[in-house]
C-alpha cells in the first residue's frame, strides 16, 4: 500500500504476529483493527470481546440514522486473509451537505482508497468481512495524504460524503450525546473522552502538547506486514487515570471531547498509541485541512452550540502556562526536538507537566527499545527547561489481528 519511494530500510520494522487478546489490545492502542478471513467470524469468544473492548453498541450494526463513534471503515479494507476496520468519528459540513470524518488509514486506506469507494458502518470487521449494501452510510470524497519517510504531517484524516439520509445530522456520538460544533486547543491537564469502536466511552486527560512524533503504519492489512514511519508535528498526548487504556486497536478516528456535560467542545482525532498513550490531532487542524479536502469549501463541525459556563469545570487541573512561557518552551523545543528523536529509542518529545512541580513546564522524551542508550544521551533540561523521560512507544497506527 505504501509506495517504494517512502520505503527507506532505516524506518523498516516488521512485527511478529500477535492475536487481538487483552494484553494486545492493550499494546495497540491505534488505528484499524483486522478480522478473520471473510466468510469467518473473528476467533475470540464474545465473552474475551466484553472484557478487553468495552460496550458491544459501539461495534453492533445500529439502526439507520447512525450515531457516531462507532464501528466503520473503508469496504475495501480487505486483503485474503483479514479485513480491517477503524471508527467513524465525527461528523462534519459543507455547504449543505455532510460528511463522515475519520482517519485516513482507516476510510482511505492510507492513501490508497479510491475517492467514491464506500464506507460501511460496521466496519468488515463487525460484518464478518462482508459489507451488504444496506450497510453502506459513505462515499470517500478526500483526504489528506500521509508523508512517509522525510515528509511532515499534522494530521490523518479523510471525509466521507453521507449516503441517504444514514447518519445522524446532529452529530451525536453514542454514549457521549451532541457535541459541541467548535473546537477547542488541547492543554496539558485538560480532561477529554472519546467513542471509539473498541473500548467504547472512556476518560482521560491530556498529559502533553505540541508533541513531535513518529508512528508505524502497516504495508496491508494483515498481522505481520512491514510498516513504516511517518512523523507527525504539533499532535497531542491522552492517558487515562486508571489502569485502563483511555484506547485500543479499532479506536482510531474516534473524535476527542472535552468531558463535560452538556454540549463538550471537540479537542482533536485520534489516530495512533502505544499501551497507555494516545495520540491525537488537534481538531482545529483538523479543520483546516477538512476545507481543503474534495469538494472544497468551507467546512464547519456539526453539533449544539457550547456556553461559556458549561465549560468551566473543564478548566479544572488545566497546567496554565502563560502565552510567553509557552511560546519560548515551543521555541527551544524546535530546536531540539529533530536532534532528539534521532536517538535510537526515542519516539517521541513534546511539552508536559512536571511530575515533581505540578505547576511547572517540562520537555517529555518518550523513550522505548534501546533505552539505555538513550538515556545516555539525552540531555537533563535544554536551555534551562527541565527534561523528563517517559517510558513510551514505539506509536503505531495501524491494525490489530483478531484471528489468524
Same mark, same amino acid.
Given at each position: ?14 512485527? !511478529?504476529? +500477535? ?12 488505528? +484499524? ?26 461495534? /453492533? ?10 464501528? $466503520? ?14 471508527? *467513524? $468519528?465525527?461528523?462534519?459540513? @459543507? ?13 482511505? /486506506? ?5 475517492? &467514491? ?29 500521509? @508523508? ?14 453521507? +449516503?441517504?439520509? !444514514? #447518519? ?23 480532561? =477529554?473522552? @472519546? ?38 508535528? /504539533? ?21 476527542? =471531547?472535552?468531558?463535560? /456535560? ?6 482533536? *482525532? ?17 479543520? @483546516?485541512? =477538512? ?10 463541525? #456539526? ?42 529509542? =526515542? ?20 523513550? $522505548? ?5 538513550? *538515556? ?26 483478531? &484471528?489468524?
Amino acid at each position: 500500500m505504501i509506495p517504494a519511494s517512502a520505503r527507506p530500510s532505516s524506518v523498516r520494522y516488521r512485527r !511478529s504476529a +500477535v492475536r487481538c487478546g487483552a494484553s494486545a489490545l492493550l499494546a495497540l492502542a491505534l488505528a +484499524v483493527e483486522p478480522a478473520a478471513p471473510q466468510g469467518e467470524a473473528p476467533s475470540s469468544s464474545e465473552s474475551e470481546l466484553d472484557l478487553q473492548a468495552g460496550p458491544r453498541k459501539h461495534r /453492533k450494526r445500529q439502526r439507520r440514522p447512525i450515531q457516531m463513534g462507532t464501528s $466503520g471503515g473503508n469496504v475495501d479494507d480487505i486483503t485474503a486473509s483479514f479485513c480491517c476496520s477503524g471508527t *467513524l $468519528g465525527g461528523l462534519v459540513r @459543507k455547504g449543505n451537505d455532510l460528511f463522515i470524518l475519520s482517519n485516513n488509514h482507516v476510510i482511505a /486506506k492510507s492513501n490508497f482508497a479510491d475517492l &467514491g469507494s464506500a464506507v460501511s458502518q460496521p466496519g468488515l470487521i463487525d460484518a464478518r468481512c462482508a459489507a451488504p449494501a444496506d450497510n453502506i452510510v459513505g462515499e470517500l470524497t478526500g483526504f489528506k495524504k500521509i @508523508k512517509f519517510g522525510r515528509g511532515k504531517n499534522a494530521v490523518d484524516a479523510a471525509i466521507a460524503a453521507v +449516503v441517504d439520509d !444514514s #447518519v445522524d445530522a446532529s452529530g451525536a456520538m453514542i454514549g457521549i450525546g451532541v457535541p459541541g460544533n467548535e473546537a477547542v486547543a488541547p492543554q496539558i491537564g485538560m480532561r =477529554v473522552r @472519546k467513542a471509539g469502536r473498541t473500548t467504547g466511552v472512556r476518560s482521560g486527560a491530556v498529559t502533553a502538547i505540541n508533541v513531535k512524533v513518529d508512528v508505524l503504519y502497516s504495508e496491508e492489512c494483515s498481522d505481520d506486514a512491514a510498516v513504516f514511519s511517518a512523523r507527525f508535528v /504539533k499532535q497531542f498526548f491522552v492517558e487515562s487515570p486508571t489502569n485502563r487504556a483511555f484506547s485500543a486497536g479499532g479506536d482510531s478516528g474516534a473524535v476527542i =471531547v472535552e468531558n463535560v /456535560k452538556p454540549c463538550p467542545r471537540q479537542v482533536g *482525532l485520534l489516530f495512533a498509541g502505544d499501551e497507555r498513550t494516545t495520540v491525537g490531532n488537534p481538531m482545529s487542524v483538523v479543520l @483546516k485541512q =477538512v476545507r481543503k479536502m474534495r469538494p472544497r469549501g468551507p467546512a464547519e463541525l #456539526v453539533g449544539c452550540n457550547p456556553s461559556a459556563a458549561a465549560h468551566f469545570e473543564a478548566r479544572a487541573g488545566i497546567l496554565e502556562l502563560g502565552e510567553r512561557e509557552l511560546r519560548l518552551a515551543k521555541r527551544i523545543q524546535a530546536g531540539a526536538d529533530t536532534e532528539i528523536l534521532a536517538i535510537d529509542g =526515542v519516539h517521541a518529545m513534546g511539552i508536559g507537566r512536571s511530575s515533581t512541580r505540578p505547576d511547572a513546564a517540562v520537555f517529555k522524551v518518550y523513550v $522505548g527499545g534501546a533505552r539505555a542508550e538513550a *538515556l545516555t544521551r539525552i540531555p537533563r533540561q535544554i536551555d534551562g527547561i527541565p527534561v523528563e523521560i517517559v517510558d513510551a512507544g514505539p506509536f503505531f497506527a495501524r491494525t490489530c489481528p483478531a &484471528g489468524e
